[in-house]
């Protein structure tokens, strides 16, 4: 395996030999439904001996229309997800989307997650940098896996070297995606854990007109792929009712699907490290 930094969070390291999987609903859209999915969440990682970061977004800034719901803004959201952190003791991973918003949101979020669409941003990178915090760095759709190290320099020369690539397919064109996974392999080379995001990755962007569509049944086959290609992480966006989703609905997994799909790339993973 390739020899990575390993990033601490908590009682927990990323990038160790004990999975970590990000996961939750694409936006927060109520709290009872964030406090459902967590609650479950928890419970499924904690049975497997996964380690858990819990996932949503209070705003999802990059809609194809200006109709799509965004979610509950920055500080409903951030509220809602302060709670989870409380009551479930979980860390918790969110997007920003602007400078400003760093330093705030970092009271929070114990990883500041960049969008693909904005992964150059080198203020954005910066910021979130400064804050002390894990940085997630999603891989634009539009690099290439070995274009991260300029990125992941902008973050270690503002003083941070707590970094997190993450693959989430790039364009193929027409509203789709593929995903290399040699990639996981070229970014680990760089020194840092890479997460892959099994749920984007799935995603067609724009493909439904003024909503990105999806297909959920490639999720197992490129997540258990991923761990067998040595992945240090993954990444799902999971909901009790995708089919009902404001956001991202044709990507996301069911909640009652999750244990069957963690349990066995969570053992996929441990046979590649024997």
């Known amino acids: 395996m390739t020899d990575i930094k390993k990033i ?9 030999d004990k999975l970590t999987i990000l996961a939750g609903p694409c936006v927060i859209e109520n709290k009872d439904l964030i406090m459902q999915t967590a609650q479950e969440l928890k419970k499924i990682t904690s049975e ?29 959201g951030l509220k809602i997800l302060n709670e989870v952190k409380t009551k479930f003791n979980v860390p918790i991973v969110t997007d920003i989307h602007s400078p400003e918003q760093a330093s705030i949101v970092a009271q929070v979020a114990d990883i500041l997650q960049i969008p693909a669409f904005l992964c150059r941003q080198t203020d954005l990178l910066v910021a979130a940098a400064k804050t002390g915090k894990i ?20 973050v270690s020369d503002s003083g941070n070297d707590k970094i997190l690539f993450t693959d989430r397919g790039t364009t193929f064109g027409y509203n789709n995606l593929v995903t ?28 439904l007109g003024n909503c990105s569509g999806g297909d959920r049944k490639f999720v197992p086959i490129l997540a258990r792929a991923a761990c067998a290609a040595g992945v240090n992480a ?11 989703a404001l956001c991202d609905g044709p990507n996301m997994i069911k909640l009652s699907d999750a244990k069957a799909l963690f349990k066995i790339c969570n053992d996929i993973f441990k046979l590649v490290r024997q």
């Open 180 to 207: 290399d996974m040699r990639g996981i392999q070229i970014m680990q080379e760089i020194g840092y854990p890479v997460v892959f995001d099994a749920t984007h990755s799935v995603q067609l962007p724009g493909g």
């Open 48 to 76: 497997l001996g996964i380690n858990f970061v819990f996932k949503s977004s209070f705003d999802k800034a990059n809609r194809s229309s200006i109709n799509s719901f965004r979610g509950p803004g920055l500080d409903k």
């Open 135 to 154: 940085v997630n760095i999603k891989k634009g759709q539009f690099l290439a896996p070995e274009q991260m190290k300029s990125l992941a320099q902008k």
């Open 8 to 16: 601490k969070l908590n009682d927990f390291e990323i990038g160790s």
């Open 234 to 244: 993954l990444f799902f966006e999971v909901h009790p009712d995708p089919n009902n």
